[in-house]
């Protein structure tokens, strides 16, 4: 079985990630979503942002960062999140299946489903341990939005 593949948004503001929840979830995931089939995963991040958030990613400014993979939240399989960063114009707002957005500090890995844990953990720690505030050490379940 091939991997559920996605494109997302990394969006990081004064130690805040931009977050998304679905449908009432417990957990909040990256804005983004599912890559379809024959679709760059640059056009579909830029389409979900769209579609989840009202936001406009500049393309010019979309950049690959890192994937994240593992085990599909809530679905058999596994999920293989392909993490952009970009610019965008537009104040998100929820659309869509999306119900809230927010800013929420990297630290809070327990609200964040599992994909997000392993990204702070794996890749914004990283990024983080080269400044001085880096984040403390967690233990994350293995398994992804």
Known sequence: MKPIRCA????????KLL?????GNMHWYLPGGKIEPEEQPEVA?????????GIHADPTTVRYLYTVQGPAYGEPGEV???CFEAQ???HPQP???VREVEWIDVQELIRFAPAV???????LRN???SRTDALPPQTVAASCS
């Open 19 to 23: 977050l998304v929840r679905v449908r």
């Open 88 to 90: 965008w114009s537009g």
């Open 95 to 97: 659309q869509g299946e």
């Open 80 to 82: 293989e999140l392909l």
């Open 127 to 129: 990024d983080q341990a």
């Open 117 to 123: 844990q392993i990204l702070c953990i794996d890749h």
């Open 8 to 15: 997302c948004l990394v969006a990081v503001q004064d130690e």
């Open 45 to 53: 991040l830029q389409r979900e942002l769209l579609e989840e958030l």
